[in-house]
């Protein structure tokens, strides 16, 4: 089984810039797309970014391209999240998570994401 874990959330700014970071146990990671999603107190779970297996082609969500960048390091089965210019409506909880569907596509639906992580809080203060 593929165990996910993020790391990286915090308080920051609006403004700053975070990084976080997704580790996976298994070597599976590098067949695998990987996305993240986040989700706001009370809200749903929206996609943010994801990058295929090979690393190319990452997609973005419209509320963070231009300010948010995926990337991935399959020798180290990790895949990463530079946050810059935050704003407050970036909050919540980060969750990375891998599609194993081998899809010439990227998903952006949760539902086509096969393991996630714990997930790790972002908080931007105004």
């Known amino acids: 089984q593929v165990q996910l874990v993020e790391s990286g959330g915090g308080l920051v700014q609006a403004g700053g810039s975070r990084r976080l970071s997704c580790a996976a146990s298994e070597c599976t990671f590098s067949r695998g797309a990987m996305g993240w999603f986040r989700q706001a107190l009370g809200k749903g779970r929206e996609f943010v970014a994801a990058?295929?297996?090979?690393?190319?082609?990452?997609a973005y969500a419209d509320s963070v391209k231009g300010r948010f960048t995926i990337s991935r390091d399959n020798a180290k089965n990790t895949v990463y999240l530079q946050m810059n210019s935050l704003k407050p409506e970036d909050t919540g909880v980060y969750y990375c998570a891998v599609d194993l569907g081998l899809r010439s596509w990227i998903a952006t639906r949760a539902v086509d994401y096969d393991y996630w992580g714990q997930g790790t809080q972002v908080t931007v203060s105004s």
């Open positions: 990058i295929t297996w090979s690393g190319g082609s990452p």
